[in-house]
């Protein structure tokens, strides 16, 4: 039987008492905690940690959000931002999740490419 791993494998991290400015590209799950600002690129998650402030053009595949970002957010699967969680901007995903007491100011557009082909896929299995 496979087992679940509980907790994503965090290959890199930006601690809270450290500012960066650039741009960050990685291939597993990134977190951070401290000051960002540039852009973030990934094929996979990104977690902002409470204590983070984020001002960025982000593009990943899904991002948890806990802190404050600011910004143009891309995520090809999905975007939730937890209760603490504060974001100003423009949001394009197929899923987004907002908790109760999260603030979100900004526009969203969900993905219909996205959504039809997940959508499409369904279709095809019950036709079949």
Not at 72 to 83: G, L, M, Y
Not at 99 to 123: I, Y
Request: proline share 2%.
């Amino acid at each position: 039987m496979k087992q679940i791993d509980p907790a994503p494998r965090i290959s890199g991290f930006i601690d809270r008492e450290t500012e960066l400015i650039g741009d960050i590209k990685f291939k597993e799950n990134f977190r951070i905690d401290g000051v960002f600002k540039g852009k973030i690129l990934s094929g996979n998650g990104l977690i902002i940690g409470e204590t983070a402030e984020i001002e960025a053009d982000i593009d990943v595949c899904s991002l948890t959000i806990n802190g404050r970002v600011k910004g143009t957010i891309k995520a090809k699967d999905r975007i939730e931002i937890f209760s603490k969680g504060r974001v100003i901007g423009t949001v394009t995903t197929p899923k987004l999740i907002i908790e109760e007491g999260a603030f979100f100011q900004g526009s969203c557009q969900m993905e219909m490419k996205a959504l039809e082909s997940k959508n499409r896929g369904v279709d095809e299995k019950i036709v079949k």
